[in-house]
C-alpha cells in the first residue's frame, strides 16, 4: 500500500516528467523549424526519454496499489535566441528535475517508505547521466557558437541518437 504523502508526490512528479517531455518536443520543433534536423531527432528522443520516465512511475504507483491522478500539463516555452541557449535551458531543467528527485528520496525516508526510496535509485542515477549528457553537448556547442561549420557537423552527431529504453 502507498503512503498517501508520497502518492500525491509521485502524481506531481509524473505531472513533471510528462512537462519534461512536453518541453523537449517543443525544443525538437524549435530545431527542426531552423533546419537542424540531427538536433531537432536527439530532443524527439529526449522526449521518448521523458514519456518513459513518467510511464515507469504510473506503473510503479499501480504496482504499489496506488492511484495515479494526472494533471495539467503547464505550456513550454517556443523560442530560443540559439541552439546554445536551447541547451543552456535543458542544462537548467534537468537540474531542477534532480533537486526534484531528491525531495521525492527525502520525503519517502521521512515516511519510512523504503520501497518508495529503492525505486528512486534509479532515477538518482539517471539524473547523473542526463546532466552530464545534457553539459557536455552545451560546451560543445559554446566551442561551435563561431562556426557553422561546426554545428552542422555537431547536427549530423545528433542525428545518430537512438532510443534505447533504458534499463531496470
Ligand atoms: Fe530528463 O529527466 Fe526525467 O526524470
Same mark, same amino acid.
Given at each position: 500500500?502507498?503512503? %498517501?504523502?508520497?502518492? *500525491?508526490?509521485?502524481?506531481? &512528479?509524473?505531472?513533471?516528467? @510528462? ?11 524549435? #530545431? ?6 540531427? #538536433?531537432?531527432?536527439?530532443? &524527439?528522443?529526449?522526449? =521518448? /526519454? ?5 510511464? *515507469?512511475?504510473?506503473? #510503479? $504507483? ?12 503547464? !505550456? +513550454? +516555452?517556443? !523560442? ?6 536551447? @541547451? ?21 525516508? %521521512? ?7 529503492? @525505486?528512486? !535509485?534509479?532515477?538518482?542515477? /539517471?539524473?547523473? =547521466? /542526463?546532466?552530464?549528457?545534457? *553539459?557536455?553537448?552545451?560546451? *560543445?556547442? %559554446? ?5 557553422? $561549420? ?6 549530423? /552527431?545528433?542525428?545518430?541518437?537512438? #532510443? $534505447? +529504453? +533504458? !534499463?531496470?
Amino acid at each position: 500500500m502507498l503512503n %498517501k504523502k508520497v502518492e *500525491k508526490a509521485l502524481n506531481k &512528479q509524473i505531472n513533471y516528467e @510528462f512537462y519534461s517531455a512536453h518541453l523537449y518536443l517543443s525544443m525538437a520543433s524549435y #530545431f527542426k523549424s531552423n533546419d537542424l534536423d540531427g #538536433f531537432g531527432h536527439w530532443m &524527439q528522443v529526449q522526449y =521518448e /526519454e521523458e514519456i518513459f520516465h513518467a510511464m *515507469k512511475i504510473i506503473d #510503479f $504507483v499501480h504496482t504499489r496499489d496506488g492511484r495515479v491522478k494526472l494533471l495539467a500539463i503547464e !505550456q +513550454p +516555452p517556443h !523560442q530560443w535566441d540559439s541552439s546554445l541557449h536551447v @541547451f543552456k535551458d535543458t542544462y537548467d531543467h534537468e537540474v531542477v528535475v534532480t533537486g526534484l528527485i531528491n525531495d521525492l528520496v527525502t520525503l519517502s525516508i %521521512k515516511e519510512n517508505d523504503h520501497a518508495t526510496q529503492n @525505486f528512486l !535509485q534509479w532515477y538518482i542515477a /539517471e539524473q547523473v =547521466e /542526463e546532466e552530464a549528457n545534457v *553539459k557536455s553537448i552545451k560546451s *560543445k556547442l %559554446k566551442l561551435a557558437a563561431e562556426s557553422t $561549420v561546426t554545428l552542422l557537423m555537431l547536427d549530423q /552527431e545528433m542525428a545518430k541518437r537512438v #532510443f $534505447v +529504453p +533504458p !534499463q531496470d
